[in-house]
Nanobody
Framework: QVQLVESGGGLVQAGDSLRLSCAAS????????MGWFRQAPGKEREFVAT????????SYADSVKGRFTISRDNAENTVYLQMNSLKPEDTAVYHC?????????????????WGQGTQVTVSS
């Protein structure tokens, strides 16, 4: 079992930055590939970014590429999402998730553990 707790969301203006954190507890954090997903009202949960167990490989949704950066600190059992140049369409609840699978990492169904989410609202 892994418990995940997100923090760092808030209300910002377009063009601002936010840094989300996801603290993990339970089983060894470095066993898991980590991902960030988001869900806007009335929409399906969508992939944002993922990072490999060691942190050496990252992947991003096209909609956030070049603006968002995922990173992790295995010593601190934490994964981060640095979000720059935020847009109103980034408004959503952001969830971190953990998986032991190394493939199809953009599919939320592949993730075993989820945090409760943190709200990000970007005003125009």
């Amino acid at each position: 079992q892994v418990q995940l707790v997100e923090s760092g969301g808030g209300l910002v203006q377009a063009g601002d930055s936010l840094r989300l954190s996801c603290a993990a507890s339970g089983r060894t954090f470095s066993f898991y590939r980590m991902g960030w997903f988001r869900q806007a009202p009335g929409k399906e949960r969508e992939f944002v970014a993922t990072i490999s167990r060691s942190g050496g490989i990252t992947s991003y949704a096209d909609s956030v590429k070049g603006r968002f950066t995922i990173s992790r600190d295995n010593a601190e059992n934490t994964v981060y999402l640095q979000m720059n140049s935020l847009k109103p369409e980034d408004t959503a609840v952001y969830h971190c998730a953990a998986t032991t699978t190394g493939s199809i990492w953009w599919d939320p169904m592949q993730y075993d553990y989820w945090g409760q989410g943190t709200q990000v609202t970007v005003s125009s």
